[in-house]
Every structure is written in C-alpha cells, then in structure tokens.
C-alpha cells in the first residue's frame, strides 16, 4: 500500500486521495484473517482539479501511474467534474466529494503528506468500517433517487460473498 501511495504522491496532483475499497478492503481482510489482500478491481485515485476537467486529462494520469506501477488497476477521477455523473451540486474539494460516497465505510481517503505520513479522511468516522457495517451516507438517505442507487450498488458488488462477518443495511432497513 505504501509504494501505492507513493508513487501516486510522486505525480503532485491537486487534493490528491486514494479512496474507497483501497481502505475499506484492508480493513476488513484484517478483521476476516485472510492471510492474502483481496483483489481490487481498482485502485481508485481522485483529486481536484476545477481549471482542467478533460476526461482525457484523467487517462493521462492513468497511463503515468501505469508506467510507474505497471500491474495495477488504476483508476483516476477528477472530483471537480463528478458532481454531474452523481447528479449532485458541485463539489469543493476531494474531501467533500468523499463524502458524498455512497456507503460510509466507503467513505474514506488516504494519502501521504509532505513527510510522507499517512493521513486519513473520513467524513463520517471509522467506526461503520471497523464494525463491519454497511450503510448509506446520509447524502444518499436524501431522495429515493439515491436510494436506489445506493440498494442496487449493495446487490451489485455483494460484499457479503467475500466478508461474510459484515452486515450490510439496506435503504429501507437503516432510514
């Protein structure tokens, strides 16, 4: 994980984090014991950028952290053009677009600071994550649109399959 943080660090982006399952899988491999890390389908790598919000740009980067680190599943987003996927207003930062995430225990950034100390962000605690809890955050608790989006990411990426302590709350279970 340190040579991923590392090497994503070394391309100085703006407000650069690495986020979501890089965080949360750990977390829960280590509280199943697995003796192997899980398999990512990516690595997820955001920052903010709002004067360059090419998609383009975003490749480019993918393909700069591929030469570093060739047999990672990078995956790179500008947050300061997401907001629109998401339907949601625009973001100001990569901290406020983690927040908008849709699970809490998805809601989590890493990254090395000038020092090269890890530092975390989580809008919304640790506490989901190390309990092994699945919920919504509460910007998807704000419309059904986003509910919906949140119950069928739950079905969809079946957690559950992989870390079968964690318990997972349904839209219509949790509000």
Request: charged residues 30%; proline residues 6%; negative net charge.
């Amino acid at each position: 994980m340190m040579e991923i943080l590392e090497c994503t660090k070394s391309l100085d982006l703006p407000d650069w984090w690495i986020c979501a399952g890089f965080i949360r899988s750990k977390i829960w491999d280590v509280l199943h014991d697995f003796r192997e890390r899980t398999a990512l389908s990516d690595i997820d790598v955001i920052y903010f950028d709002p004067t360059n919000i090419d998609v383009l740009e975003e490749k480019k980067i993918e393909e700069q952290l591929k030469c570093l680190i060739p047999n990672i599943p990078w995956s790179v987003k500008n947050e300061a053009r997401m907001h629109v996927k998401s339907k949601m207003p625009p973001y100001f930062s990569s901290v406020d677009a983690i927040s908008k995430f849709p699970e809490t225990a998805t809601a989590l950034g890493v990254k090395l600071d000038e020092k090269d100390n890890v530092i975390l962000t989580a809008p919304y605690g640790i506490r989901d994550v190390i309990n092994l809890e699945i919920k919504p955050t509460p910007c998807f608790a704000e419309s059904e649109e986003r509910a919906e989006i949140y119950n069928e990411r739950i079905t969809k990426k079946n957690w559950k399959s992989i870390w079968n302590k964690i318990k997972v709350y349904h839209f219509n279970d949790y509000y």
